[in-house]
């Protein structure tokens, strides 16, 4: 399967909604850098309790990795929307992508990697949670097709 573009809003059918705030900005009035990975953060909780509703958030699931690309400045007051999908499933670890849009514009995109982990190494999730997350590939309509908006 292709990976799909990150800064299309079509690549997405998981959302949660975010606001900057003016604590958010620096001296320039422009949000901080370091608050990209707070929103990027909030897609990704969104996904797995929307994923995987019986499952503790604070699960075995561990963030090994966060890529974040800025690719356009905030302000406040701004109104996101945030998006994320699972784009690949290995044996011990899940890799999901994110876009954040003020509107139509990706201000960022995001590619995380979390890996199952218990006693400090990785190690194979249970078949259930591994069969949800490999759900989540092909998304609701069970075809690689997103749909939906915010």
């Not at 909604?17 to 001296?27: E, I, N």
């Not at 701004?78 to 699972?86: I, P, Q």
């Not at 259930?128 to 075809?143: D, H, Q």
Request: hydrophobic letters at 40%.
């Amino acid at each position: 399967m292709n990976e799909p573009d990150p800064t299309d809003r079509a690549s997405y059918w998981r959302w949660v909604k975010a606001m900057t705030r003016f604590c958010d900005t620096d001296a320039n009035g422009h949000v901080n850098n370091t608050v990209y990975g707070q929103f990027i953060e909030a897609g990704r909780v969104r996904l797995i309790t929307q994923m995987m509703p019986e499952a503790n958030i604070a699960n075995p699931w561990v963030v090994a990795r966060v890529e974040i690309d800025f690719l356009g400045e905030l302000t406040f007051p701004s109104e996101l929307d945030v998006g994320t999908r699972v784009v690949r499933v290995g044996n011990t670890s899940y890799t999901v992508i994110s876009g954040v849009f003020e509107g139509e514009r990706c201000v960022a995109k995001g590619r995380t990697v979390l890996v199952h982990a218990v006693g400090g190494k990785s190690v194979p999730p249970p078949a259930a949670e591994k069969a949800l997350i490999e759900a989540e590939l092909l998304g609701p309509s069970g075809v690689d097709s997103p749909v939906g908006r915010v």
